[in-house]
C-alpha cells in the first residue's frame, strides 16, 4: 500500500512538472533551460528530463543553437527548446439552424483555414444535418492540408441547451433536438475524435472572456442577438449551465411585458421593416425602392445611418424592446456588463443608446455598462476553438503527440 501510493505521488508530481513546463512554453518562443529553471523554480536535471519526455511526446522540439542568443559567446551554448503549435490542430464549428462554418486552428489559436455550408433548410432532417457538419469540417481540414488523424478535439456549438454529456434531450422542444442529433456520437463514430458540444451563447460569452468584452470580468452576460436570443452567463467567474445546460435560455421573455418572445435583432429589424413598407407609413422611405427579400437588418441599419425615417422607427423600436430584455437580465443577475453581441452587433450602436436612455426605468443603478463585440458572426467559432485549445491544455498528460508528428504530414 505504501508503495503503491508513492508511485501515484511520483506520477502526480512527475505530471505537474509536465504542465507547469509544457504551459510557460506554449505561448513563448524559444527558451533555455536555464530559462525554464528560473520561471518554474525545478531543478536543471528536472527540467531537462521533462524537456527530453516532451519532445518524445511531441510538444516541443529542440532547436538549433546560435552562440549569439541569450549572450552567450564562448564555450557551449545552451539548449534551447521551442513549442510545436502545429503538431496537432483543433477544430471550432458553429453549427446553427441554417448553416455550419468550420475553423481550423493550430495549438495556439491561429487559424489555419474555415469552410462553410449551408442546410437546405430551417427544418432539415437530422441525417442531413450530421452530413453537412461532416462535410464542413473535412472540407475545412483539406483547406488546411490537415489530416483528420491529427485533429485533438473538435467543439461544435449549437442553438440548443446541452448538458453535461454533450445531449440535447429531454427538453419538450423538437427544435432543439434537431439542432444537436447525437452530434457528439456521430463524430466520435466516425473519426475517433474528442467531440465537445455545447450551446452557442455559452460559446460566445467564452470568446469575449477569452479575448473580448469579458477579459478580467467576474460577472457579465453575452447576449447573441441575431435571429433568436440567447444569454451566456459568467457569474463570479464561472459560466452558468443549469441542471440541463438550459441556463442563458431565453423563452422567459415571452412573459415580459412590452417584450413577448425570443426573437433577435436580425429577425425583428426585417419583419418589422417589410411589415412597415407593405403599409402607406414613410412613403419617402427608401427602404420601399428594394425587393422584399432585400430588407434585412443589415438594409434597415444602412438606411438608419442616413436618417431614413422609417428605419430610424425600427431601430428606436429594437432599442426600447432590448432596454426591457436588458433590465430583466440585470434584475435577474446582477451583472456589471452586458456585451450585445452575433452578426447584427456591429451595427447596434443607435440601438445601444435607446438601451442606454431607457434601461434606468427599469433597472436601480449601478447599471450595467452595455458594450458591443468586436467579433460580428465569427464570436461562435472563436469561442469553439477557445474551448477546444483549454481542453487541450488541461489533458496534455494524456497526449501524446509523437505518433502524429512522426506522421510528417507537413505541419511541422
Sequence with gaps: MVERTSSASTRQIREANLRAVLHRMWDSEPVTGTDLIDSTGLTRATVHGVCEDLTRRGWIHEVENQREHGGYRMGRPARRYAFQPLAGVVVGVDCGQHRARATVADLRGNTLARHGSSFSGPEHPPEERLDVLNRTILAALAKASVPPERVLVVVTAVPAPVDA????????????????????????????????????????????????????????????????????????????????????????????????????????ARDWAQEA???????????????????????????????????????????????RIV?????????????????????????RRVIERDLPQYVHPPLPEIVISDFGDEIVSVGAVWRALDHVRAHVVEIDLGALVAEGSGLV
Design 165 to 268: 454529456e454533450g445531449r440535447t434531450a429531454g427538453t419538450v422542444n423538437p427544435f432543439w433536438e434537431q439542432m444537436n442529433p447525437d452530434i457528439a456520437g456521430h463524430l466520435s463514430r466516425e473519426h475517433g475524435w474528442q467531440v465537445i458540444v455545447d450551446n452557442d451563447a455559452n460559446l460566445a460569452a467564452e470568446a469575449e472572456r477569452w479575448q473580448g468584452a469579458g477579459r478580467g470580468l467576474d460577472n457579465f452576460v453575452t447576449l447573441l442577438t441575431g435571429e433568436r436570443i440567447g444569454a451566456g452567463i459568467v457569474d463570479d467567474g464561472n459560466l452558468l449551465r443549469g441542471a440541463r445546460g438550459g441556463a442563458g435560455e431565453m423563452r422567459f421573455l415571452d412573459l415580459v411585458e412590452g417584450v413577448g418572445s425570443a426573437h433577435g435583432i436580425a429577425r425583428l
Design 277 to 323: 413598407v407593405r403599409t402607406d407609413a414613410h412613403p419617402e422611405s427608401t427602404l420601399r425602392d428594394l425587393p422584399p427579400e432585400g430588407i434585412d437588418a443589415e438594409a434597415v441599419f444602412t438606411a438608419a445611418e442616413a436618417d431614413d425615417p422609417l428605419a430610424v422607427e425600427v431601430v428606436e423600436r429594437l432599442g426600447a424592446r432590448f432596454a
Design 327 to 351: 433590465g430583466a437580465l440585470a434584475a435577474l443577475l446582477d451583472t456589471e456588463r452586458l456585451v450585445l453581441a452575433g452578426a447584427p452587433a456591429r451595427s447596434c450602436a443607435p440601438i
